[in-house]
DNA sequence: GAGCCTTTGAAGGAA
DNA sequence: TTCCTTCAAAGGCTC
């Protein structure tokens, strides 16, 4: 009996350190998913502060459209009134009004939009599954059709895409959900970048024409005008700073008044709102590289005190990375103490049990002897 | 060269 | 929430 147990000892105690192992296995593994879950939740955050400014930049934008079409509208009354008034120059709210109106009007009239220039940098749209289908699948159909046209196979692909079986296309909607994947990322680092056409959002075409029209009309008119008031101000109070703002972070190239309009409403000459909501904007870009103020006057000097702050907030990562791992190592080594402290402990259990053994067994024969 | 034809499906705006 | 519109792809055809 006693040997038996001599013998099952070492066995429970293999089990025990394979259930220690594999503990561990599993302690670092959840920490790597923690890790991972980190990472991620890094990256979306930063998404959803991309999306902020953009919805932010979007309203400043509305609002200044709107406005303009409000100023603009009893102008244009009273000049229908008086058809005999001699013919003026170029107006430019009346111009902008037209032009505006025209489009809006002619938008809902039609329902449709006019095709756009599209950004040639732009990132393309994610391929539907059936789109997918269609490019895997059009040449076979083609050869097995070649009298039929090309409408012809699109419709009989479209056919067969019906009777596809729901794995089949699984196939192509985990192909899709690959390319949404693709786009979503170049989406988020993508600014219009092109000059020659324009920033031009997707889903956005019709502001973007308004715009363009209005920035057109405003262009042509201070060549021909010095206009009064708000939109003078508008142009010459702070071209340069603009000038540089608008290459340097600008989606619309060619628009200093409108960019002007933006960027005081930027600096909180907007609603209360507007300021608010600014204030979170700015507030997301300090996350974003490191949480520190910025002072410059200057865009040159603010782009320096950029740059300074990403190098302090690259090595603020670095050590970061730095410290994590040195505690890694630690926790580790504090492991590696605790098993070997539970072997000797095992280890001092089982001499103890032996003694005792050998204890048992030479009373139980000094009994027997007596 | 731009736009149309055809199809489905995703996405976004308007009502 | 529903409806409507646009845009992705393909290549030939028309203006």
Redesign the pocket.
């Known amino acids: 009996m006693s040997s038996k147990s001599r013998q099952k000892q070492p066995t429970f105690k293999a089990v025990a350190a394979n259930d220690d192992l594999k503990y561990k296995r599993k302690y670092k593994e959840l920490k790597k998913k923690i890790r991972e879950m980190e990472e991620e939740n890094e990256k979306l955050s930063l998404k959803l502060t991309r999306a902020k400014k953009n919805i932010q930049r979007l309203k400043i934008e509305r609002s200044f459209l709107f406005d303009r079409l409000e100023q603009s509208q009893p102008t244009n009354e009273s000049e229908s009134d008086t058809t005999s008034s001699p013919p003026r120059a170029i107006d430019s709210e009346e111009d902008l009004s037209s032009s505006a109106e025209e489009l809006l009007e002619d938008h809902?009239r039609t329902?449709?939009?006019k095709?756009?220039n599209?950004d040639p940098n732009a990132p393309?749209?994610p391929?539907?599954?059936?789109?997918m289908y269609?490019?895997s699948q059009?040449d076979q159909a083609r050869e097995e059709n070649q009298n039929k046209g090309?409408?012809d196979v699109?419709?009989i692909l479209?056919q067969k895409?019906?009777d596809l079986p729901n794995e089949e296309k699984q196939k192509y909607?985990d192909m899709?959900n690959k390319e949404?994947e693709r786009y979503e990322i170049e989406m988020s680092s993508y600014v219009g970048t092109s000059s020659q056409f324009g920033y031009i959002q997707?889903?956005?075409?019709t502001r973007n024409e308004v715009i363009t029209r209005f920035d057109n009309n405003v262009s042509n008119h201070h060549h021909h005008n010095d206009i009064s008031g708000e939109r003078s101000s508008l142009t010459t109070a702070e071209t340069s700073r603009v000038a540089t703002t608008s290459t340097l972070e600008s989606p619309y190239n060619n628009n200093h008044s409108y960019e002007q309009y933006i960027d005081e409403n930027e600096r909180g000459i907007g609603s209360e709102y507007e300021e608010e909501e600014f204030v979170e904007t700015k507030d997301d870009v300090k996350l974003d590289i490191g949480g520190d103020d910025y002072e410059s006057d200057t865009d040159s000097e603010m782009v320096d005190e950029l740059a300074a702050d990403i190098n302090d907030n690259n090595k603020r990562r670095h050590s970061k990375a730095e410290r994590e791992e040195a505690m890694e190592c630690e926790d580790e080594v504090r492991m590696e103490e605790d098993d070997e402290n539970e072997k000797k402990d095992n280890e001092g259990e089982a001499a103890d049990s032996k003694e005792e053994n050998l204890v048992n067994e030479t009373g139980t024969s000094e009994n027997d002897e007596i």
Do not use: D, I, M, V
């Open positions: 809902h329902g449709k939009r095709k756009q599209r393309k749209r391929r539907n599954a059936f789109l269609c490019k059009r090309f409408q699109t419709r479209s895409w019906k909607y899709y949404k997707p889903e956005e075409s």
